[in-house]
């Protein structure tokens, strides 16, 4: 366990990542004392079984002296939930999130927040399909990617607040780097946006051939179609916020795609085996590079195995 960062951290949003960076902070140092707060009624009753830290009636107690704050809502609530707490927010804190988009949020972040509280705005690339208090556990951030969005032209205390939240996620054994917000979201907008977006379109198509082809879509369904049913399971609420959000980046790379897609529609078409060829061995190329930059295997998997979110392993 490392020696703890912050006296108290508070959590608002009792999901999967909330409740995960409790877990978290509770077995690998991080926060000597951490409070929970969520909206949902029956989301703070869960995490109170699930979850080791003190979930409280309002958010103002999560708060409470809190060093910093970490909001875990959907995007589209950012600004809202910054307005209700900025102000009781401790002076010299950080307040973070860990939403997908990441220049809108700090806008929406920024019109509410006190001048002497710190806003560095993040994401942790990590999650899984699941949703819940329950579906937390400790390991979700090891060797994962967080990324941190520092607002531009800040004072030394600023600087400093950054290198202290960096030393919080590296204690929770996330690889940390900082990226200008514009460019996060249009390197999001193609690495996690758009593959949602696509599947939730691909199993919203299935779902419409089923009452055709009479329950064969899923008793025959191979690997990929799996894989994007997983995808897909994910949560409605956060992944219309972060389209709404980051509709331009995903709009251009969303255009970039249909081109690429109408150009292997034609080679479909007037049977141009090389271009194929050449595409599908240059996507090769890619997946190979992920297996190589340790952010997968290349283990052979008959449905990708899950972790038990109730598990550390």
């Known amino acids: 366990m490392s020696e703890d960062v912050f006296d108290k951290i508070a959590i608002i949003g009792i999901g999967l990542l909330g409740s995960s960076i409790a877990h978290a902070a509770n077995a690998y140092g991080g926060a000597a004392k951490v409070a929970l707060w969520d909206a949902s009624d029956d989301v703070r009753h869960r995490a109170a079984r699930v979850v080791h830290g003190a979930v409280c009636d309002t958010a103002d107690a999560a708060i409470a002296d809190a ?65 819940g208090p329950e ?6 951030f090891q060797d994962a990617w967080h990324i941190l969005t520092p607002l531009p032209d800040q004072d030394a205390a600023y600087g400093e607040a950054v290198e ?106 007037w049977g141009d085996g090389e271009m194929l060829m050449r595409e599908f061995t240059r996507a090769r190329g890619i997946r190979e590079a992920i297996i190589d930059a340790g952010l997968d295997t290349a283990e052979a998997d008959f449905g990708r195995r899950q972790l038990d979110p109730n598990s550390e392993n």
């Not at 995007?75 to 002076?91: C, D, F």
């Not at 219309?240 to 109408?262: I, M």
Request: glycine content about 8%.
């Open 164 to 269: 202290r939240l960096t030393l919080f996620w590296k204690g929770l054994g996330a690889r940390v780097e900082t990226m200008d917000a514009a460019r996060h979201d249009r390197v999001l907008a193609i690495t996690s946006h758009l593959p949602h977006l696509i599947a939730y379109n691909i199993v919203a198509t299935a779902y419409d051939m089923e009452s055709v082809e009479q329950g064969e879509v899923v008793k025959y369904s191979a690997g990929g179609f799996r894989d994007f049913t997983r995808i897909a399971a994910s949560d409605p609420t956060m992944w219309r916020d972060v389209f709404l959000t980051n509709k331009d980046a995903v709009l251009e790379t969303l255009g970039r795609f249909s081109e690429d897609l109408a150009a292997l529609q034609r080679a479909i078409r």
């Open 67 to 131: 060093d910093c704050v970490i909001l875990c809502t959907p995007v589209g609530a950012l600004g809202e939930v910054t307005a209700a707490i900025g102000q009781n927010l401790k002076p010299g804190a950080i307040l973070t999130d860990v939403g997908s988009v990441k220049a809108k949020a700090a806008s929406d972040m920024a019109a509410h927040c006190p001048d002497q509280v710190h806003l560095i705005p993040g994401h942790p690339i990590a999650g899984t399909e699941k949703s």
């Open 135 to 140: 579906a937390g556990f400790a390991s979700l």
